[in-house]
């Protein structure tokens, strides 16, 4: 009975990490959202692993590289503008991160909350980008990337 239990636990285990998908590898952009010029990715490189997911993004005015942890917990990045709040979690086959930025105003703290969704739609990554401006307007966009 103890075996049986143990199996099936691990079996259990095994389904769950195979509903997460792996998104490592060169993404080069197919078909964009409506970012400002200049700011929408070109080229994603992703690493990943079972806890972090590491992303370079290559847009016309540089490179950015950021790490998200994959439990859900908080991370923080700061810079002179202000913070920003990050958690990136597994829903089924998608990874949901959320960044909550607070700015320094000169009117004081602003704060807006944005979501990206990424998703492996038939070898294509979408990634769908939600947010909500801080005077209230909802505005989402979704880019697509292939691998070369």
Request: aromatic share 4%; charged share 20%.
């Amino acid at each position: 009975m103890r075996t049986i239990l143990i199996c099936a636990m691990l079996a259990l285990d095994a389904s769950t990490v195979a509903l997460a998908p792996d998104f490592s590898g060169t993404w080069t952009l197919i078909s964009a959202g409506e970012a400002p010029a200049g700011l929408e990715p070109q080229q994603l490189v992703v690493t990943q692993t079972a806890t972090e997911l590491t992303v370079v993004r290559t847009t016309s005015r540089g490179e950015s590289e950021i790490t998200y942890r994959l439990d859900g917990a908080e991370t923080v990045e700061s810079n002179m503008l202000g913070d920003t709040k990050i958690r990136a979690a597994w829903d089924g086959d998608a990874l949901t991160v959320t960044r909550t930025r607070t700015l320094n105003a000169p009117s004081g703290p602003v704060a807006d909350t944005s979501t990206e969704r990424w998703v492996l739609e038939d070898g294509v990554l979408a990634i769908t980008s939600s947010r909500t401006l801080p005077a209230g307007q909802p505005r989402a966009q979704t880019s697509r990337y292939r691998r070369p």
